[in-house]
């Protein structure tokens, strides 16, 4: 676009009036000062001219003038817009405007004095300003307006004098997310950007005649990404013929063609971090540089590494990769030229004709574009200023330089007043400026920023822990578009923070919080790639107080993590104590005060001091503790000191398991042949065996098939085992209980002992005999469905010290000993004996019949079943509906059946306890969703083509 200028009244010098000098209106060479808005023609005349101008530069004409009076101020010219005029070889004027950016006084004879001043274009002139600021979601051509309005609207001068115009910019160039300027000059910025996207510029002049009025002259910055789009020269065609004042034409004297040997490739990498891979950019020549020189150049790659996501896309890139390849050929090949054309500028083009080569060539081959200019001219004073005002520039010792030396020794030997050397380019190869990121990007330190975040927010990041930063020392004033110094997430785009562990899904990750300090460093020296790479403490954030207790350098033996509840003042923090004699570590939570402490254990340290609290490792909530082992969970005291054995050291358990076995055996087995019950042990075995298998398949056993590791909760105290509470206890077992005492079991009970068995009880002692004693209260032993038998190999004795001894049966009562008897039965008595029957009493009485009935104890007829409730799984927790499942009694009976549209079945009214449950494979249950592809096969082949019968694990819920 092209900004229209606002003609803003300029408060500039006024120079005090002199005795004015020759009229400059029959002059070659003009010079017009704009003060106040009024062109000064007659403070200062040209003597000499030498400037240079860049295409993708700028430009710079020093003049060297003289004035009749020697004591102008040199500060009443800085910053003036000037507007310096060359009359062309058919009358016109071919302008440079540009601004005042030095001015030097030189000699002065009394009459005449020298003065030297450089006129500079405006961006050259923004060198001067030096910013810190941020871009977001704005383009090359973007940023350029921005910079340039705000020029315009903070300095009346660059309004009036200076312009952009993007019109030649063809293209629609991405917009950049974050895009810093980062201690550096505004002019070098804006060339660092438009070198890095391949956008070429010039300078445009517009006489203050041209624009009417009391208009001040223009210069326009214009920048085009199209050759096309340049305009043709005011010289038009130009001829190439010696330059003589004879000639009625400006012409070429002198055109060399220069050709340079480039690379014959272009390779670019960058790492794209959102793709996890390297973006790539190949651009092969298509230029000629001779059979020898093609051979030559496909050898050489300009190959270099950008910094990471250089590109907005592959695309991008690759349009980049492009230009600096077309950099590569604007340089292969150009025309350095000689001439007069007075009416020759930068970024315009003109035909040449008259030289023999050039002219064989088709008629597009014969336009050129002139890319750099560098000129000298001198004023025709009159005779009678002439030779003074020489004789003062000479005196004033201003070195131009080689270059105009050349350029005036040209002239003086063609005896003309105006030279110029120049370079030019075919019209329509594409001009592009170079861009090489060590030289032009700047050269950025590791600095400090701000987390910041939107209102609320105390910890902002996006899916990959990724945050947004202010640099403190970015100005509002300079943000007015609200991103950049908002202390808000607008102020950055995403920027990324650096972990020292980082994979996919696993690492470690502990995200700055809004308001924190961190140090940025930036990838690839580039300020538009930020990166956090660090935090540090300051005045604001001060290093952790572990439990909220103490401070440095009071705890400075401390180390370790703490985090802060969000929104909050809790913490979870990982404390590692390094005190001497004294090392402890904590991982700890403030909800519940749940803590892991291992070491030597103290109160939280002020200072060098904390309370002991124990030594060894404590595990500890206000709230819940569950520890939870899918296989072996081993409690022991069994000491392993320094951490030696391995780490399910059980040996002293196992021996101990074995006595166990032992004792329980050789007991059993004697109670057994002395008419006790017999005693199972199949499941003491069974679980010594789980006990020994327990390492199955870990880095200390190989796994053996034919083992299983099982989900064991296993106990050893070598010190003794203590279990109290001031509340009841259960103690439940699935399968079979196994108690057993090297020595004694003593149960008490403060009220009752009720031991009640399904299945029949056995009481068995071997040394010492049994008692029963009942304090207070009856005893009372029944065989509610059969008999009782009480048998004694020596005395049986029944005593009733303050009561009676009742003997009563429904069917008849038989006390026999020696063969002598007495029956009792239908209400008689039957005596009878082999000898004597001796009865013995004070008296006999022989009365008639008598009857007294004895109640007799009433026993229940309820029958007592079982019950059992079935909760089959599958793949992924989905239930298994419609398996056929077989319940197996201990007697070897079992019952069948099939479980529901859940996966569940009720059994009830069992005989007795189920010792398993088999489970069917069932062609009909479905278990969804099913797995596909390789986890099908892995999961269910097995089970599709196993044996038919497979023996599963299920949730049951039931009992006696």
Known sequence: MLFLRKVIPMKLPNFPRFAAIPTQGNRPIRLRVWVRDAALDDVLLVKHVHGREVLCG???????????????????????PVELQFVTDRGGLRSVCGIVARASA??????????????????????????????????????????????????????????????????????????????????????RLWKRRGLAWSMRHVSASVAGGTAVPLHTLVLFDEPGSLPRSASGTVRFHRDAGTEARDGVID???????????????????????????????????????????????????????????????????????????????????????????????????????????????????????????????????????????????????????????????????????????????????????????????????????????????????RIKIRFPGTREQDHAHGA?????????????????????????????????????????????KPIVVGRVFGGRAHPPAFSHTGELPGNRFLAGIKSKEVQGARYNQLRLDDTPGQISAQLASEHGHSQLNLGWLTHP?????????????????????????????????????????????????????????????????????????????????????????????????????????????????EGGFLSATPNSSVNYSGGQ??????????????????????????????????????RAGKVEIQAQQDSIGIAADRDVTMTASQGDI??????SITLSCGGAYIRIADGKIEQGCAGDFTVKAGAHKWEGPARKETALPFFPAAEHTSWLKLDLDGFQGHPMAGVPYTLHFADGKQKSGILDGNGMAEERKLPEAVTKVVYHNALSARDEPRPTGADLLAKVDSLVKGAPDNVATSRRKGGK
């Open 484 to 528: 950049g110094a908002s202390n808000s997430d607008r102020d950055s785009a995403w920027v990324r923070v650096a972990s020292h562990w980082a994979g996919d899904r696993w690492g470690s990750i502990s995200l700055p919080r809004v308001g924190d300090e961190v140090l940025v460093d930036f990838l690839g020296g580039d300020p538009d």
């Open 605 to 717: 340290r002020t200072g060098m001091n904390g309370r002991p609290r124990g030594e060894g490792a404590e595990l500890r909530s206000d709230q819940s503790v569950v520890v939870r082992a899918a296989r072996l969970l081993l409690l022991t005291t069994q000491a392993m000191l320094g951490g030696a054995g391995k780490q399910l050291e059980r040996a002293p358990l196992q021996a101990l398991l074995e006595g166990s076995q032992a004792l329980l055996k050789e007991l059993g087995e004697f109670a057994e042949q002395h008419q006790a019950l017999p005693v199972d042990l199949a499941s003491h075995r069974q679980l010594e065996e789980d006990l020994r298998n327990a390492e199955q398949g870990t880095n200390t056993q190989a796994e053996d098939s034919t083992h299983r590791a099982a989900p064991l909760i296993a106990t050893y105290a």
């Open 106 to 191: 030189g000699r002065s004879d009394g009459g005449l004095a020298a003065y030297e001043l450089v006129v500079r274009d405006a961006l050259a002139l923004m060198e001067h300003r030096v910013n810190t600021r941020i871009f977001r979601d704005l383009n090359e051509v973007d940023i350029s307006e921005q910079l340039v309005r705000e020029w315009q609207h903070a300095n009346p001068i660059l309004a009036a004098a200076f312009d952009l115009d993007t019109s030649g910019v063809t293209q629609r160039y991405p917009a950049r997310a974050y895009t810093m300027q980062q201690n550096e000059h505004d002019a070098v910025f804006l060339r």
């Open 255 to 465: 055109w060399n063609a220069v050709r340079t040997m480039k690379a014959g490739s272009v390779t670019r990498a960058s790492w794209d971090y959102m793709q996890g891979r390297m973006m790539s950019a190949q651009a092969p020549t298509t230029m000629r540089q001779g059979e020898a020189g093609n051979r030559f150049a496909s050898s050489l790659d300009d190959y270099r590494i950008d910094s990471p996501h250089a590109g907005d896309d592959g695309n991008d890139y690759r349009t980049l990769g492009e230009l600096r390849m077309e950099r590569h050929e604007y340089e292969a090949k150009c025309f350095h030229g000689e001439s007069g054309v007075r009416d020759l500028c930068v970024g315009e083009w003109f035909r040449l004709e008259g030289h023999p080569e050039i002219d064989t060539h088709p008629d597009d081959e014969r336009e050129f574009v002139v890319t750099e200019l560098a000129l000298a001219a001198e004023n025709n004073l009159p005779e009678i200023l002439d030779e003074r005002a020489r004789r003062l520039v000479d005196d004033s010792a201003w070195h131009a330089g080689s270059d105009h030396a050349a350029l005036v020794r040209a002239s003086e030997a063609r005896g003309v007043k105006f030279t110029n050397r120049f370079t030019c380019v075919r019209r329509g190869i594409p001009i592009v400026p170079a861009y090489d990121p060590v030289a032009d990007l700047p050269h950025v330190r590791l600095q400090s920023a701000v987390v910041v975040g939107p209102p609320g927010e105390e910890v902002h990041c996006d899916e990959l822990g």
């Open 806 to 811: 009742v003997i009563a049966a429904k069917t």
């Open 58 to 80: 700028g430009f710079e004409y020093r003049l060297l003038c003289v004035a009749t009076h020697a004591g102008l101020q040199l500060k009443e010219f800085m910053a003036l």
């Open 737 to 774: 209980q196994n108690i057993v005492a090297q020595q004694h079991i003593q149960a008490v009970a403060g009220q009752r002992v009720n031991i009640h068995a399904g299945k029949g009880m056995s009481l068995f002692a071997h040394w010492d005999g049994m008692k029963y004693i009942a």
